[in-house]
């Protein structure tokens, strides 16, 4: 079956899904985007994603191009027609096409696309079994990386450079030698008093909507959690690491920069939230199909 795209009120052919040579988010990056897991035909956490979406508008002064609830038919339709059971949509909404100029055009329509597609849920339960290993690398990216912007040009670099060193994850570290976030996820250590520690959402990072569930889910078990920043140093000396993020859900981290994370095996607490998290989502598709 062909995939479908939906660009600008039209569902199309995947490989006929184009936008015009000066749609503003080629030219500029100016547009943001969501992307969001699909269980069993169920897109998980629509309504954080949502809100985050219509955050990083109002920031970028960009217009909704569809009500709420239309958009959410939109993804929706989407995932249906292409028939995912487990995988992701992908969101993009830029400030549309007009004359290549840096200020924003007086009038603009902006564009919209959505994709959806699958994704093998087995390889992403053997990373979990197995845990992945992070590189650490200076963190060069905007002071507004709390709006989901489509620039990730240091996202991309960092992501790169982890991938060519045969790493699953780049962390970003500040000038303090503080970490941030990952390139595409939030990241996250157990201290050695058996607290998680993440850092405090503020403009250095991304709101992750897969990090504030798996806050909540830690809470309603009794362990504690601290947002607060934390060095590489004590990201290496801690007893586990791991890392959230809507593609990878709940993945241990098993080594930084080549250091082992406590015995270099997944730890027991990343495990155990990764099992809240699985039924979490659980529970999302049955009120969903409860629902129907």
Known sequence: MSRIAYVNGRYVPHRDAVVHVEDRGYQFADGVYEVSAVRDGVVID????????????????????????????????????????????????????????????????????????????????????????????????????????????????????ARAAGAYEAWLVDEAGRVTEGSSTNAWIVDRDGALVTRSIDNAILSGITRAAVMELARLQQIRVVERSFTLDEAKSAREAFITSTTSYVLPVVSVDGVKIGNGQPGEVARRLRELYAGYMAGQQDRRQAGR
């Open 46 to 161: 629509m309504e954080p994603h949502l809100d985050r979406l219509e955050r990083s508008l109002r920031e970028l002064s960009i217009s909704p191009p569809m009500s709420r609830a239309a958009l959410a038919v939109v993804i929706r339709e989407v995932v249906r027609r292409n028939r995912v059971r487990d995988g992701l949509f992908y969101l993009q909404i830029t400030r549309g096409v007009a004359r290549r100029d840096h200020a924003f055009p007086a009038a603009a329509r902006p564009s919209v696309v959505v994709t959806a597609r699958s994704v093998d849920p087995a390889r992403a339960e053997a990373m979990a079994r197995q845990g992945v290993g992070v590189i650490t690398v200076p963190d060069i990216r905007w002071e507004r990386c709390d709006i989901k912007s489509v620039s990730l040009l240091p996202n991309v670099l960092a992501k790169q450079q």
